[in-house]
């Protein structure tokens, strides 16, 4: 039965929500609306939440422009690729930190937690000049493999495997089980729920990631869909319309959007597990 009490708890939760999201529906809209009406004002309907009058145009001029579909495709090999290296990392280095017992551990996690306070930029110069000499600029391999050790990551399936009940992993080899099946078979699918979250936040760090593409990127065809997007966005606003911007705007955000929809039950049910935990 709903209470009073519910709606306004409900009412109250659903107006910061709003104000939140108007910016993002104002986006939308804007894309929508011919550039000839918005070079006369954004705001003509219901301060511009509303796309009267309607037209997919930015659309179909966006992906006309020859490298927009190729940005958008590299985005999705960089973005799977970078999730599932730092999954691989995160996972086995969590787990061997956490459960296994080999020398220099301490040390490994010191550098590991070293590696959460130093700022991404500061090793910007040192990557720049180390991928430049294998030669690996310009490529798919230079813009996944820099991300892939994520110390957060590390951290974060480490503190995971550690809040797993030893019983479960004790029965297992007392079974004759060995390490790397205990792992596979039994924690990794224990690990579900932290492993989701992490990919989650590793895929939308990776597809909104400006930076690095900036530095190793500098052939047309290896731009990810921001850094693309970034290069012709001057252009679209003083030559071609207010719409085509926010049209690409729509574009680079879209995927991330519909990954978090489809997976936020894990997130909550990580931070549920996590919270339990504590």
Known sequence: MI?????????????PAFLWLVPTIWMVSLSFQPNEVLARTTSSTALGLVPIPFTLQNYADLFAYGQTPLWFLNSVIVAVGMTLGVLLVSTTAGYALARLNFPLKRTILAIC?????????????PLYSMFADLGWHNSYHALIIPRMAVP????????????IPRDIEEAARIDGIGWLQ???????????PAMMTLAILTFLYAWNDYLWPLVSAQKLEYFTITLGLASIQSNFAQSEGLGRVMASGVIASLPVVIMFIIFQRYVVQAMTVGGSKG
């Open 152 to 163: 957060i990551g590390v951290f974060l399936m480490m503190q995971f495997f550690k809040g």
């Open 3 to 15: 209470t009073r009490r519910y709606v306004w708890l409900v009412t109250l939760v659903s107006i």
């Open 182 to 192: 205990v792992f596979w078979h039994i924690m990794l699918p224990l690990a579900r």
């Open 113 to 125: 937690l070293i590696g959460l306070m130093v700022p991404e930029q500061a090793v910007f110069i």
